[in-house]
């Protein structure tokens, strides 16, 4: 087991920005590739991908809805993974889970292993 745990949601306005952090106690996360899903609400089932990011930190990918606006990032020696989300639209709208996997920024939640239990992220118009 992996357990991770989601901060940083919260209240923001349209164009505002937040830091989301993943941090995993017990368990180091250098051995993971690591994610960012959202799940908008009534929609449990439905995890789409906002940000993967590799082992190292050297690689990263993005949803395209998303690119240009969010950033992943990681740094191994504290543990936690962070998501910077700039110009907040209201359909960012929706709970933010970390995942940690094995295939690198892959965008399919089934690849990923492990899963925090999410951060509610709710920007107004």
């Known amino acids: 087991q992996v357990p991770l745990v989601e901060s940083g949601g919260g209240l923001v306005q349209a164009g505002g920005s937040l830091r989301l952090s993943c941090a995993a106690s017990g368990r180091t996360l250098t051995d993971y590739a690591m994610a960012w899903f959202r799940q908008a609400p009534g929609k449990e089932r439905d995890r789409d991908f906002v940000?993967?990011?590799?082992?190292?930190?050297?690689?990263?990918d993005y949803a395209d809805s998303v690119k240009g606006r969010f950033t992943i990032s990681r740094d191994n020696a504290k543990n936690t993974v962070y998501l910077q989300m700039n110009s907040l639209k209201p359909e960012d709208t929706a709970t933010y889970r970390c995942a940690a996997g094995f295939t690198t920024a892959s965008n399919w939640q089934g690849d990923y292993h492990y899963w925090g239990q999410g951060t509610q992220v709710t920007v107004s118009s």
């Open positions: 940000a993967g990011i590799n082992r190292s930190g050297s690689f990263a």
